[in-house]
């Protein structure tokens, strides 16, 4: 599975983004798709995942009602929109993919097996 994240950017504290993680390979439809973020000097904080139907989502704590992680499959793409947007947001966002086997979403980061290359996004007080 290929994955590519889009949609940082600088914003300022309150507003909204919406990143993408463009998909490709064989049944991506399968793989629980996560977002997780690493700050500087910060370890990587998973921030949330849904599994491969869209059915189930699992968010952090710091994500819950401010983000909401979807999936569109006939497009091989998954998204998280970011309302209300913290200086404490700030970080790489990486999407990831991970076919579990004992759970519905995958919430520890280490347990991803592929991963695409960073969105920054950066949010100014």
């Known amino acids: 599975v290929q994955l590519q994240a889009s949609g940082g950017g600088l914003v300022q504290a309150g507003a909204s983004l919406k990143l993408s993680c463009a998909a490709s390979g064989r049944t991506v439809s399968k793989y629980v798709i996560g977002w997780i973020r690493q700050a500087p000097g910060k370890e990587r904080e998973f921030v949330a995942g849904?599994?491969?139907?869209?059915?189930?989502?699992f968010y952090a704590d710091s994500a819950k009602g401010r983000f909401t992680i979807t999936r569109d499959n006939a497009k091989n793409t998954v998204y998280l929109q970011m309302n209300s947007l913290k200086p404490d947001d700030t970080a790489t966002y990486y999407c990831?993919?991970?076919?579990?086997?004992?759970?519905?979403?995958?919430?520890?980061?280490?347990?991803?097996?592929?991963w695409g290359q960073g969105t920054q996004v950066t949010v100014s007080s």
């Open positions: 849904i599994s491969g139907s869209g059915e189930s989502t």
């Open positions: 990831a993919a991970d076919l579990p086997q004992y759970v519905v979403v995958t919430t520890t980061p280490s347990m991803y097996d592929y």
